[in-house]
């Protein structure tokens, strides 16, 4: 079901919308400070709060009254409550927290170049000298470490939708590029128990990988290949390749060039799983896919989020049939285009 997105009703609403990044930050802020945890674990005032975590009361206070008018706690004579959404994602302890995930979302590297939008829209593209694309970016060390907890979750459902594809007898050689935090193949792994994995992605990425695989059980079933998923070995006959959030980054052109190598690396009768955010043909509903298309903007040359019909052409360009979406249930606003070879 779409994000739906809702005109402004109200001038106060265009005006939260211009305050709306203090939102971010105060929300980053209580992650940092675990204001949700202490609250759900009953420090349920700004003065609890502040003598557990050693801090001012008076910027407690003004911290916890902007979380509620933020939305994510609520406030009833005199204490602070967690609404169940928020307990999902920003109590520790939940399956879908997404504390470490923060810290990707609003790292400072994407914060600052936020703050000049303006000029990159001028320019077309982002301004930083280093962005998404930039070899053994250190960045993708903090995103394998911050995104690993989603990861984690959504992994099996990803395993579950290449399992319908692939019926009873399942992979035995899965191809994972772009790794990250390696769950979404050792996830697979998991699922198909006869199958080896090939994990490809920068090789200071991969390094951080390799110890979860270990801690799994899964270390002698997984190769990790450092390289560039662009001009090195990807290697062939694959049942099964995954490729999750990694179209986002780059333009059609370069889409499709990677889906010919794809499908080059893909076994006949083989499946690829695409993970993305997918925007909706007219890009007016898709709410999370059309604004993440801004942090596409300003962390890369010329990567954007794409449709299911523009999907269709890159993957029909490279040989492949057989394309639909699928759905992939949880917190996350992404989905699954799958395609045969």
Not at 202 to 231: C, H, S, Y
Not at 288 to 310: K, R, S
Request: glycine letters at 8%.
């Amino acid at each position: 079901m779409a994000d739906q997105i809702t005109p402004v009703q109200t001038p106060e609403q265009v005006l939260a919308l211009v305050q709306g990044f203090m939102g971010t930050a105060a929300i980053k802020a209580g992650l940092d400070l675990e204001v949700f945890t202490h609250v759900a674990k009953g420090n349920d005032s700004a003065e609890k709060i502040a003598a557990a975590k050693r801090v001012s009361p008076r910027a407690m206070r003004i911290l916890c009254v902007a979380l509620v008018v933020f939305g994510v706690l609520t406030k009833s004579d005199g204490r602070y409550g967690v609404p169940p959404a928020a307990q999902l994602l920003l109590v520790k302890g939940s399956p879908a927290y997404m504390g470490a995930m923060s810290r990707i979302m609003a790292a400072k590297s994407i914060w600052d170049e936020a703050g000049r939008l303006t000029d990159i829209i001028k320019a077309g593209h982002r301004l930083a000298p280093d962005g998404a694309e930039t070899p053994g970016n250190p960045f993708w060390e903090d995103f394998s470490r911050g995104s690993r907890n989603m990861a984690t979750m959504a992994g099996p459902r990803v395993a579950e939708v290449a399992a319908a594809l692939l019926g009873a007898g399942g992979p035995t050689r899965i191809l994972d590029i772009a790794a990250g935090s390696g769950m979404y193949g050792f996830s697979a792994l998991k699922r198909f128990p006869n199958a080896k994995l090939v994990s490809v992605d920068w090789a200071n990425v991969l390094k951080l990988a390799e110890p979860t695989a270990a801690q799994m059980g899964l270390k002698e079933r997984v190769e990790f290949r450092p390289g560039d998923i662009f001009k090195d070995d990807l290697g062939a006959s694959y049942d099964l390749v995954l490729a999750v959030n990694i179209y986002h980054h780059f333009n059609i052109e370069q889409c499709t060039e990677l889906t010919r190598r794809l499908y080059s690396a893909t076994a006949p009768g083989g499946v690829l799983v695409i993970v993305d955010a997918v925007a909706d043909e007219k890009r007016e509903s898709e709410r999370f896919a059309l604004a993440f298309a801004l942090t596409m903007l300003i962390w890369t040359q010329e990567g954007d989020t794409y449709t299911l019909v523009e999907y269709e052409r890159m993957l029909k360009a490279a040989g492949y049939r057989d394309i639909a979406l699928r759905a992939l249930p949880g917190p996350a606003s992404q989905q699954a285009v799958v395609a045969r070879r």
